[in-house]
Structures are given as structure tokens and as C-alpha cells.
């Protein structure tokens, strides 16, 4: 089974350049280990899901823009994080307050082409 995702798990964006951490704003009463349990509600920008360094993906404007600048040379800009859906799929049997409890296996989509998944939950309490 899947482990549960808690506040300072570790997350990847395929398009970023750094590591970064998750929030649960979602839920304040459930937790693992003593840290709130995310759901796959917590996806928002910034309140949930931190910046990955810079991006590399050409679909974001602002890569797109500096690259051109640049000759066509890749050039990365900050991270600004652009999930509009939650993660998917979470849990299959665990909900917190009604919703689908968010476990490792999880991805999650930046409309700059980036998929962010889950390399460490923060937690070893298994759920599914």
C-alpha cells in the first residue's frame, strides 16, 4: 500500500530544477506521524505546492520569451507553478473529510507541461 502524504513531503516537477515541499491547507484534524494528512485537493500554487527553482519547459511564456531573446539558447526562468486540477489519482479507499486521502503515486499537472509527482511523503502510515 501507498504510503499517506503529510505537510513537507518532498515533490519533483519534471520541467523544474529543484526539489520542493508540499502544504496541506486542505485539513487541519487528520494527521500522520503528527503532520496534517494532505487530500488531493491540496494542488494550489504556492499555498500547497512551492516553486521548483527554474523552469525549462518552452510552453512557459516566460521561458519561451527569454529563450527567443537569447538566440534559441534554453533559458530557464523562476518557477511559478500552474495547477489548475488536483492530484490524481489518491487513494482508493482512505478519504479525509471527504475526499480522497493524497498518497505516494500520485501526479499532479502544470499547464507549463510539467508533471509533479510525490518522491517522499513524510510519512510511513500506509493508506489505500
Same mark, same amino acid.
Given at each position: 500500500?501507498?504510503? $499517506?502524504? &503529510?505537510?513537507?513531503?518532498?515533490?519533483?516537477?519534471? @520541467?523544474?530544477?529543484? %526539489?520542493?515541499?508540499?502544504?496541506?491547507?486542505?485539513? *487541519?484534524?487528520?494527521? #500522520? +506521524?503528527?503532520? !496534517?494528512? #494532505?487530500?488531493?485537493?491540496?494542488? @494550489? %500554487?504556492?499555498?500547497?505546492? #512551492?516553486?521548483? +527553482?527554474?523552469?525549462?519547459?518552452?510552453?512557459?511564456?516566460?521561458? #519561451?520569451?527569454? *529563450?527567443?531573446?537569447?538566440?534559441?539558447?534554453?533559458?530557464? @526562468? %523562476?518557477?511559478?507553478?500552474?495547477?489548475?486540477? !488536483?492530484?490524481? %489519482?489518491?487513494?482508493?479507499?482512505? *478519504?479525509? /473529510? +471527504?475526499?480522497?486521502? $493524497?498518497?505516494?503515486?500520485? =501526479?499532479?499537472?502544470?499547464?507549463?507541461? +510539467?508533471?509533479?509527482?510525490?518522491?517522499?511523503?513524510?510519512? =510511513? &502510515?500506509?493508506? /489505500?
Amino acid at each position: 500500500m501507498p504510503n $499517506l502524504v &503529510v505537510t513537507g513531503a518532498m515533490l519533483r516537477c519534471s @520541467q523544474g530544477a529543484a %526539489p520542493s515541499t508540499l502544504t496541506v491547507t486542505s485539513n *487541519t484534524a487528520s494527521s #500522520a +506521524g503528527e503532520k !496534517p494528512a #494532505a487530500t488531493v485537493d491540496d494542488y @494550489q %500554487p504556492f499555498a500547497n505546492i #512551492a516553486a521548483f +527553482g527554474v523552469c525549462r519547459a518552452m510552453a512557459n511564456p516566460q521561458v #519561451a520569451a527569454a *529563450t527567443s531573446a537569447a538566440n534559441g539558447v534554453l533559458t530557464p @526562468q %523562476p518557477c511559478v507553478p500552474v495547477t489548475t486540477a !488536483p492530484w490524481s %489519482p489518491g487513494a482508493s479507499i482512505v *478519504t479525509i /473529510d +471527504g475526499k480522497k486521502a $493524497l498518497t505516494v503515486g500520485a =501526479t499532479c499537472s502544470c499547464s507549463w507541461t +510539467g508533471t509533479i509527482e510525490i518522491t517522499e511523503a513524510g510519512s =510511513t &502510515v500506509s493508506a /489505500d
